[in-house]
């Protein structure tokens, strides 16, 4: 089950951590690569709860279905007597979460060459999946992660889905999974929800790219004439930041309450304010 990778040849460098499951995460070299390539080798232990395993087999599934050179690589799985080990590539930078802290305690902004390139590597990630019918449902700065040239890549896909042609397309799902403060509307309220439930996280991250914060530390909800809560889209702050105002053109997109009016990623990458903003940084 692994692709052209002998573990004999992994040599042990170190320990990043451990996951969410009570296994290790472990760094190993391949000396016998030219490159000296890196791999991270995650366990699962088999005394794991039963959701552990459900996730393991589904992560491996959708990842062995999938290549793309903006979502992490997995090399596959191997079993000991204790545990699943899962195989994938390094990203050298961390993940983006770690990124945006860093940048938010010095105070220093990216530029928007910087926010339009990341925004760029996650769009055309996502829209790979979305093409082979797969939500990722938990995308968020920890699942983003930064190779060493700077580029992004799509990681765990532990909640991630497979939808099939036998269900609607306006009706795919019903199940609330994901991190609460990145979950689109329809997702924490338990509606059916589909591809767009992935394009307010991206929402959510493409804010924080232009103004280290999440935009929602405040209330997003204002008092209408008529008394009733209304959601105000988050405001960039493109003049102080030296953007176009495609900028925020971009984040109303995403930012959009009802599903059916939120932009598809195709609509997106395909429209004025997006295209003027790559072509600007080209």
Not at 34 to 58: G, H
Not at 186 to 215: N, Q, T
Request: hydrophobic share 40%; charged share 25%.
């Amino acid at each position: 089950m692994l692709q052209n990778i002998d573990l004999a040849n992994l040599e042990f460098e170190a320990q990043l951590g451990t996951n969410c499951y009570g296994g290790h995460v472990c760094l190993f070299r391949n000396k016998k690569d030219k490159r000296s390539r890196r791999i991270v080798v995650k366990s699962i232990p088999y005394n794991s709860p039963d959701y552990a395993y459900q996730a393991v087999l589904k992560e491996h599934t959708i990842l062995s279905q999938i290549n793309h050179p903006r979502i992490l690589r997995y090399f596959g799985f191997f079993q000991t007597e204790d545990s699943w080990n899962m195989l994938t590539e390094f990203a050298e930078r961390g993940n983006l979460a770690k990124f945006l802290q860093r940048r938010s305690q010095r105070n220093e902004f990216l530029c928007q060459r910087s926010v339009m390139a990341k925004f760029a590597d996650m769009a055309e990630a996502l829209l790979y999946l979305h093409q082979r019918k797969v939500i990722h449902r938990d995308l968020k700065p920890e699942n983003v992660l930064i190779d060493a040239d700077n580029r992004l890549k799509l990681a765990d896909f532990g909640i991630a889905k497979i939808f099939t042609n036998v269900v609607p397309e306006d009706q795919l799902n019903m199940t609330i999974v994901g991190t609460p403060l990145y979950m689109a509307p329809e997702v924490a309220s338990g509606k059916p929800y589909d591809y767009k439930s992935d394009i307010w996280p991206l929402g959510i991250i493409f804010y924080e790219l232009c103004m280290l914060e999440h935009p929602f530390v405040d209330n997003c909800l204002a008092i209408g004439k008529d008394g009733k809560e209304r959601f105000v889209t988050p405001k960039i702050d493109c003049s102080g930041r030296g953007y176009l105002n495609d900028i925020q053109t971009l984040c109303e997109m995403m930012f959009q309450v009802d599903p059916k009016k939120r932009w598809t990623l195709e609509k997106i990458l395909k429209h004025e304010p997006f295209i003027r903003l790559m072509k600007r940084e080209m």
